[in-house]
């Protein structure tokens, strides 16, 4: 599998899920998406699902590619009407949903090609930072100077977005990392825009890994 070319990505509408489980149901859920995720991506690309390890319990984050708007209104309506979705997934995972959210978003800056290919490794660790300016470009201080972005060890940033609508503050901007290992998080100096920070790690079923 190839990489996702940034210059396709600038094009694209990004949907940024949430979801909290019932303790009891976690690992149940985790099982049959697993088993049933196919029956989604056959409607519209999955960029990434992840378990979130530090930030709410019992939760995964997913994101999800779109055309446009209209492109994802056709995509739900036709999870609506898909019986085998329907019958072998929603159905049996709705009562186990404690909480769901979601926004829109766009991308704002990604790193090259090769660090964004969907066929790594497993094994990785993920680090989703919700803030107030993009940490890829320059800020200004206090007096108005420019500010290099801050660099982290160990925390290798791969995409930013601005989210345009949903339960995020519109312009909230959706940071995702690889991380190196997970003590790079605590070490990592921190930036005064950043208002949360979420460590997950890919499920199998993940296109990122």
Known sequence: ??????????????????????????????QLTKAKIHLRTAHSPLLGYWNVEFGALNSVCHMWIYDS???RASVRAALASDAEWNKQYMELVK???????NSVATLLNAVDDAALAVDASDGNHYLVELGAADPFEDGEDEDGNRVPPVRKPGVQRLASW????????????ITLS????????IAAPE???????????????????
């Open 69 to 71: 708007l209209a492109h």
């Open 1 to 30: 599998m190839t990489a996702l070319l940034r210059q396709q990505w600038s094009k694209k509408i990004f949907e940024f899920r949430q979801y909290d489980v019932h303790a009891e149901h976690m690992a149940a859920f985790v």
């Open 191 to 209: 930036d005064d825009s950043t208002m949360q920070r979420m460590i997950v790690s890919p499920l199998p079923f993940s296109r990122l890994k």
């Open 162 to 173: 601005a989210v345009r609508a949903g339960h995020l503050d519109v312009d909230t901007v």
């Open 95 to 101: 009562p186990w949903w404690a909480r769901q959210r």
């Open 178 to 185: 690889r991380l190196k290992s997970l003590d790079a998080t």
